[in-house]
């Protein structure tokens, strides 16, 4: 499995909220969506999550499918509110300028989800 602190390296991602020790986080898969119902859904524990979204919801589903994290793409930015949530419900944030087509692209060429293959 992928750590996280290998994949922010490689990705170049910009850390919004990171805490100490989380870059050893491992790393299952990754989902991509923006529908908070459907990534509920859909994503598996362990996995990062591409959105677009940027609300505090975004914390709060993330915690609740115990994700490693959420990447926001395309350059958008989080509220402020979002930021102090992602802090007290301990969930890595960051950002990236790249589509969340080619994070993910990025992501598999590190290696994530090829193991659940």
Same mark, same amino acid.
């Given at each position: 499995?992928?750590?996280?602190?290998?994949?922010?390296?490689?990705?170049?991602?910009?850390?919004?909220?990171?805490?100490?020790?989380?870059?050893?986080?491992?790393?299952?898969?990754?989902?991509?969506?923006?529908?908070?119902? @459907? $990534?509920? /859904?859909? &994503? =598996?524990?362990? #996995? !990062?999550?591409?959105?677009?979204?940027?609300?505090? @919801? $975004?914390? /709060?589903? &993330? =915690?609740?499918? #115990? !994700?490693?994290?959420?990447?926001?793409?395309?350059?958008h930015l989080?509220?402020?509110?979002?930021?102090?949530?992602?802090e007290q419900?301990?969930?890595?944030?960051?950002?990236?300028?790249?589509?969340?087509?080619?994070?993910?692209?990025?992501?598999?060429?590190?290696?994530?989800?090829?193991?659940?293959q």
């Open positions: 499995m992928m750590k996280l602190g290998k994949v922010v390296a490689e990705l170049k991602l910009t850390p919004l909220f990171l805490l100490p020790g989380s870059y050893e986080n491992e790393i299952k898969g990754c989902y991509i969506g923006d529908l908070l119902s @459907n $990534v509920m /859904a859909q &994503a =598996r524990e362990g #996995d !990062l999550w591409l959105t677009v979204q940027t609300s505090m @919801n $975004v914390v /709060a589903v &993330a =915690r609740l499918l #115990d !994700l490693a994290g959420v990447i926001i793409v395309e350059g989080p509220q402020e509110d979002t930021l102090k949530k992602a419900e301990g969930i890595p944030l960051f950002s990236t300028r790249e589509s969340a087509y080619k994070t993910a692209c990025l992501l598999y060429g590190c290696g994530v989800g090829r193991e659940q």
